[in-house]
């Protein structure tokens, strides 16, 4: 696996428009040490990332989409595809790259090579393991694109009301995406509930915070070394007490006078 040569301006045409071409007689110069530093480390990491499946999408005359790998194993490019949709069901993986393809393509517009790979590199990423999480990782690529193009017509409104009415899309579409991102993290955890209890302790002028997750009832958590637990040591609340009466027992003497806190008693004298 080689790092990209090709410049950002050649990939597509609609590159090429956005790019404006640079003059040949232009000279730049050549990055600064640390620039170049960082453009080393960075081709190293890429070399260690994993490749994405790479299809090549032309559309023909009758409207028909020819989607092929840029190699000649189109087996082993269809084999990658399949497993990248987390199924063993032919049919399957290729429902789902027609899932895809029209997920990456605008209202009126045709798929190509840059969108249908753009969403297969972020279905790679999400890793789906089976058929569903495939479906929801075409999904959250789907609401994630439509919420981009919401914000982009959001700032290019003439009127406020427009602008309102694209920014609301746009927020629900987001908040769509994260609801999809813990709807598959619900998936993978099997509905299990995590609850963490965080104990601090200051004893000793310095803080002390263990961590513990309980995952169930009482088998399935950790009692040991909580404020709560057997080995707490902490004092006993009262309680009957067979030696001892917490409260005293009335003796029926009857209602006392209650002093005034304010007034001073007077101490008569003794006549002479």
């Not at 790679?124 to 999480?133: K, R, S, T």
């Amino acid at each position: 696996m080689s790092a990209p040569t090709k410049n950002v301006a050649s990939c597509t045409n609609e590159a090429t428009e956005a790019v404006p071409a640079v003059n040949a007689a232009e000279t730049r110069s050549p990055p600064g040490q640390r620039v170049a530093a960082e453009i080393a480390a960075d081709k190293a990491r890429w070399q260690g990332m994993p490749v994405r499946p790479h299809l090549d999408v032309s559309v023909g005359e009758d409207d028909v989409v020819d989607m092929r790998p840029v190699h000649s194993d189109e087996v082993g490019e269809a084999t990658r595809i399949a497993v990248l949709m987390g199924t063993t069901s032919v049919e399957y993986s290729q429902r789902a790259l027609l899932w895809a393809m029209n997920a990456s393509k605008g209202r009126g517009e045709d798929p190509t090579t840059t969108s249908v790979n753009a969403a297969l590199a972020m279905v790679a990423a999400i890793n789906p393991a089976d058929e569903l999480e495939a479906a929801l990782a075409v999904q959250m690529y789907a609401t994630h694109d439509a919420a981009m193009d919401m914000l982009l017509r959001m700032k290019q409104a003439n009127d406020r009301s427009a602008a309102t009415d694209f920014g609301n899309l746009a927020t629900k579409l987001s908040r769509s995406f994260t609801a999809q991102l813990e709807a598959l993290g619900r998936h993978r955890r099997g509905g299990e509930q995590v609850v963490r209890h965080v104990h601090v302790d200051n004893r000793g002028g310095q803080a002390i915070i263990a961590e513990t997750v309980n995952t169930g009832g009482r088998q399935g958590g950790n009692l040991e070394g909580q404020p709560f637990g057997p080995d707490a040591g902490s004092t006993a609340l009262l309680g009957s007490d067979a030696a001892w009466d917490g409260m005293p027992i009335p003796g029926g003497e009857g209602k006392a006078a209650v002093p005034h806190s304010r007034r001073r008693a007077r101490v008569r004298r003794s006549e002479r």
